[in-house]
């Protein structure tokens, strides 16, 4: 199973427009609907708030939304003790409370994260401003992470 980031699927959804790529989403859609593919309600109200269209879309196609239960809180705030955040201390370059449910989302599930955030080539020092990518990469985090085109390339599908 894999669990889409907000910024993930929207990146898809802009770059990729269903109009110009319909085998893509036909595909995408058979991911969601089967339940391959699914996204924590946190991302979804944050593809809802940024493209509506996409969220449609997404409801349309039968993703599963997956609440935030007792298990992926408890995770989430270890990760957040685990990076040094105390109460509302993120960073406002670093992940926010928003990312580490959907990273804990993932966690949880025993799930790859497919998220667009930027990798950082070299890890700040602080690692409250580490990215998501970077955190799903920490040893006591430990969850694959890749991006959109990386999710369509390990899908070794032929979009024609």
Same mark, same amino acid.
């Given at each position: 199973? $894999? #669990? =889409? %980031?907000? @910024?993930?699927?929207?990146?898809?959804?802009?770059?990729?427009?269903? /109009?110009?790529?319909p085998a893509l989403w036909e595909w995408i859609a058979g991911q969601t609907g089967g339940g391959e593919a699914v996204i924590s309600r946190v991302a979804f109200d944050e593809v809802t708030? #940024?493209? *509506? +269209?996409?969220?449609?879309?997404l409801r349309d196609n039968n993703i599963e939304r997956l609440d935030i239960t007792n298990e992926v809180v408890q995770n989430a705030m270890q990760i957040k003790s685990d990076l040094g955040i105390l109460n509302d201390g993120y960073h406002s370059e670093g992940v926010d409370e928003? %990312?580490?449910?959907?990273?804990?989302t993932a966690k949880v599930e025993g799930a790859e994260l497919i998220? %667009? +955030? $930027?990798? /950082?080539? @070299?890890? *700040? $020092?602080?690692?409250? $401003? =580490?990215?998501? *990518?970077?955190v799903c990469n920490m040893s006591k985090v430990a969850i694959s992470c890749i991006n959109f085109v990386d999710y369509i390339k390990q899908s070794n599908r032929v979009f024609g």
């Open positions: 199973m $894999r #669990v =889409f %980031d907000a @910024s993930s699927i929207v990146y898809g959804w802009d770059n990729y427009p269903i /109009q110009q790529f708030h #940024v493209a *509506p +269209e996409c969220a449609n879309w928003n %990312d580490l449910l959907i990273i804990a998220s %667009d +955030e $930027r990798r /950082q080539t @070299s890890l *700040p $020092r602080n690692i409250k $401003r =580490f990215k998501i *990518p970077a």
